[in-house]
């Protein structure tokens, strides 16, 4: 798999449900970043966590960095229809860096009323 | 709230054309970048700008593309003779710190070439 990979690619819940999706990377990172985008428009920032970081949470998202497996996961509670969007993880690498992000090929989520 | 915004929504150009796609970033960010999005491809990396030059670029950042931040508000990327596979979205994003700080995104511009 190539840097950022989430799975599943495609997630359809009911609205109220919780929604997990996951990313896998292969290099060492300085922070992994999750970002949402809505159909035609841009990607919108959600929550960075840094690598020496394992958990953090931002209203109803949670996410979880595990850097031995290379892999994060972001949890979206209580969802909501508003909630549908392409959700993509994308990683900053280690060492010097200005902030490159390598984006993942993203998770579409389909939320339900 | 501020915002990256980017003109053109949408570029039509014939290939062999230059191309320039105007991005205003937040006023107070200090990194600019450039992304471009090819239709049910992945966002790609292009170019990062810092302190008026470039800091890094991607291996598709050739000799064909160039930034340039002409005044204090405007950063622009230009395409001198655009190919069919340019044909993408182009993302501008801006940051007020490097590495440890989120992006924020222009809605974009469609780029199609023809």
Redo the contacts between chains.
């Keep these: 798999s190539q840097q950022?990979e989430e799975d599943p690619q495609a997630l359809s819940i009911q609205e109220g449900e919780n929604a997990t999706m996951n990313c896998s990377y292969k290099t060492s990172i300085?922070?992994l970043?999750w970002?949402r985008q809505n159909s035609?428009?841009?990607?919108?920032?959600l929550i960075?966590i840094?690598s020496n970081e394992r958990e953090k949470h931002s209203g109803r998202l949670r996410v979880t960095l595990d850097t031995s497996k290379k892999s994060s996961s972001l949890l979206i509670t209580a969802s909501r229809a508003a909630d549908t969007a392409s959700y993509?993880c994308?990683t900053?690498p280690g060492g010097t860096?200005?902030?490159?992000?390598?984006?993942?090929?993203?998770t579409i989520l389909t939320v339900h009323p | 709230e501020p915002e990256v915004t980017q003109t053109p929504s949408h570029q039509v150009t014939q290939m062999g054309q230059e191309v320039i796609l105007r991005c205003v970033p937040i006023s107070n960010h200090l990194y600019f970048y450039w992304y471009r999005q090819i239709l049910g491809q992945k966002v790609e990396f292009l170019v990062s700008f810092y302190n008026n030059e470039i800091s890094e670029k991607s291996e598709i950042f050739d000799d064909q593309f160039s930034v340039e931040r002409p005044d204090g508000s405007n950063f622009t990327l230009k395409i001198r003779s655009t190919k069919l596979e340019d044909s993408a979205m182009y993302f501008c994003a801006s940051s007020p710190g490097g590495q440890n700080q989120p992006q924020h995104f222009g809605d974009g511009t469609r780029l199609s070439i023809l």
Excluded: C, E, I, P
Excluded at chain 1, 99 to 106: E, N, Y
């Design positions: 950022g300085n922070n970043q970002y035609g428009r841009g990607l919108v920032h960075l840094r993509f994308a900053v860096s200005y902030g490159k992000l390598t984006f993942g090929q993203g």
